[in-house]
């Protein structure tokens, strides 16, 4: 289950009945780190399924186990909850690696542009460009249209 506490995620579910004096916890609750809906669901589905195997393994060595298999069985809960931290902030790592390619290849798409355009000034200033294809020079206009000569 997700749950909003403050600015971020976290993930909540509650512990077997019968997990509950081996774990001393009634739930486990773990912050998601994030306050981004789509990515807590993402880590919590993938949580809620390590949880489930967790539950079902000590589940099934609960029952005949002896305290040696229980300390491995808490032992594998520490490692659940490292792992996930771990998968956090491997996560995180490449949202912040997907961010800088983004921005590189939004760059490299700048300098492609502006170095095409660099070219097309420089074929239209060089005269480069056929004759038919250039812009007639403009002329300077007399400052008063010439008189015909009927009237002089």
């Known amino acids: 289950m997700l749950r909003l506490l403050g600015s971020h995620y976290h993930f909540r579910r509650a512990i077997p ?10 739930e486990i609750s773990l912050s998601l780190q994030t306050n981004s809906k789509r990515v807590a669901r993402e880590r919590a589905a993938g949580l809620y399924a390590r949880t489930g ?20 069985l808490l032992a594998h809960y520490e490692d659940l909850i490292r792992d996930t931290d771990r998968m956090i902030a491997i996560e995180e790592k490449k949202v912040r690696l997907e961010r800088t390619y983004e921005k590189a290849r939004f760059y490299l798409d700048k300098a492609h542009s502006l170095k095409q355009l660099q070219e097309f000034i420089k074929i239209t200033t060089c005269g480069n460009v056929p004759r038919k294809l250039r812009p007639s020079p403009v002329t300077a206009m007399p400052s008063k249209p010439p008189t015909p000569d009927w009237l002089s």
């Open 17 to 26: 009945h019968t997990l509950r004096p081996l774990l001393g916890r009634t």
């Open 53 to 72: 195997l967790f539950f079902s393994k000590a589940k099934a060595m609960y029952e005949d186990a002896s305290p040696e298999e229980l300390r491995k």
